[in-house]
């Protein structure tokens, strides 16, 4: 968490914006899409796009021919008052950007390998899309749903793409097809947005989470709420899952243990904020689905929910696929830059004045902005 510093805030006047091109590998997404920079850019804010940096998420470069924007090399759009990107800047990015600029980003403030002090060091200041609190205010800039949603989605239908069965039940003359029984782990964000898919594609869906709070949720989207009993509350800090004691845990993989075996489909996405993700799926119950079967960890990037899950990578084990894509958002980059676009403009928009048009104030009272500023003026602000 963040602390505030004494009242203070700074300015920006008539800064110019920078969209540089993503260059991690796998990554298609764009910062900003031209929706979101045409309205900005009829505020009166000017812009530098890097050529190229919206082909892979299907905004060519002649999509950016808008008043107020250039479109420019690399190191033009990275020496910016204010860079946008999606992920993180790598050392070579960092050394191209100059000092009292501000960078937008996923920052990823528990990597724990020094970029904070760096970003602190090079005097950039740094924001860090994914520390915005879970608040109604700060829906509009909330990157960790927009990108969720998007990932919930299409966890479904690849698990659809690689079940050799029907989804729906179907009669035809040839014959008819039972609906898969599909189970959802963890009904946060991404969780609920595959109960609905599922349910759209006819699945016959069943949900567990730990916070007994998400169970309205999962009964209005017709699943069923799978009721466990592993002895201790499931909600932490924040309205986030807290970290189980290691007797729960044993009796929640127990009891999972025995429903999974009967389903033919899992998508999991439990996660504990900075922390491993808790194995749900064991051995066992892999052991135990039928050969066909299909589970999407969405976890894999932080361990997985199930320990045979490989990060990045589709493998078949004791019959059953489990895929482990780690970067849903990039496999639909169109409308998850859009998306991300968004929620910067709308965080953007915290920072407009009134009386002064085309400059970004950093107003460290607003909480949203205190609390995702992860560096200012040389010092590193978050606190793990
Ligand atoms: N703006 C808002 O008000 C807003 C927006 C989005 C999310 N939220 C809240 O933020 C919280 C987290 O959402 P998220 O989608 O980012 O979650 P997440 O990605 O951190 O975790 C996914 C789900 O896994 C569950 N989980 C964790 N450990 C588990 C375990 N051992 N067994 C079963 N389930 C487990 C969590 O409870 C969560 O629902 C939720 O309370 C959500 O309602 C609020």
Do not use: W
């Amino acid at each position: 968490m963040t602390t505030l510093p004494p009242a203070t805030q700074h300015q920006m006047n008539q800064p110019i914006l920078g969209v540089p091109k993503e260059t991690r590998e796998g990554e298609t997404r764009v910062a900003m899409t031209p929706d979101s920079i045409k309205k900005l850019a009829k505020k009166g804010f000017k812009f530098r796009v890097e050529r190229g940096a919206g082909v892979a998420a299907g905004f060519p470069d002649s999509d950016f021919a808008i008043e107020g924007v250039e479109l420019v090399e690399a190191a033009a759009a990275l020496a910016s008052d204010v860079v946008i990107k999606i992920n993180r800047p790598t050392s070579d990015e960092l050394a191209r950007m100059k000092r009292g600029s501000l960078l937008i980003c996923m920052v990823e403030p528990f990597a724990r390998d020094g970029l904070m002090e760096k970003l602190a060091e090079a005097g950039i200041n740094a924001m860090g899309m994914e520390l915005i609190p879970r608040t109604s205010r700060a829906q509009s800039m909330d990157v960790l749903s927009s990108q969720a949603n998007i990932a919930g989605y299409r966890a479904v239908l690849e698990a659809a793409a690689r079940y050799p069965r029907f989804f729906p039940m179907m009669m035809t003359s040839a014959g008819s097809a039972k609906p898969a029984r599909l189970i959802v782990l963890g009904a946060g964000v991404a969780g609920l947005q595959a109960i609905g898919t599922a349910r759209r594609l006819g699945c016959q869906v069943e949900a567990y989470d730990v916070r007994a709070e998400v169970k309205e949720q999962i009964l209005s989207l017709g699943a069923k709420f799978i009721e466990l009993d592993v002895g201790e509350e499931g909600t932490g800090a924040g309205g986030y899952a807290k970290e189980l004691s290691e007797e729960a845990k044993r009796r929640q993989q127990q009891a999972l243990t025995e429903k999974l075996k009967k389903a033919d489909i899992i998508i999991t996405t439990a996660n504990i904020p900075g922390r491993k993700a808790p194995v749900l799926i064991t051995e066992e119950a892999v052991r135990g689905m039928r050969a066909g079967s299909v589970i999407v960890d969405m976890a894999a990037a932080t361990g997985g929910n199930c320990p045979l899950t490989e990060a990045g990578k589709t493998v078949v084990k004791h019959g059953v696929t489990l895929i482990g894509i780690t970067q849903f958002p990039t496999l639909m980059p169109s409308d998850s830059s859009s998306f991300y676009g968004r929620n910067v403009f709308n965080l953007l928009g915290l920072m407009l004045d009134d009386k002064n048009p085309s400059t970004l104030t950093l107003k460290l009272e607003d909480d949203i902005i205190a609390a995702s500023l992860v560096t200012l003026q040389g010092q590193v602000r978050f606190k793990q």
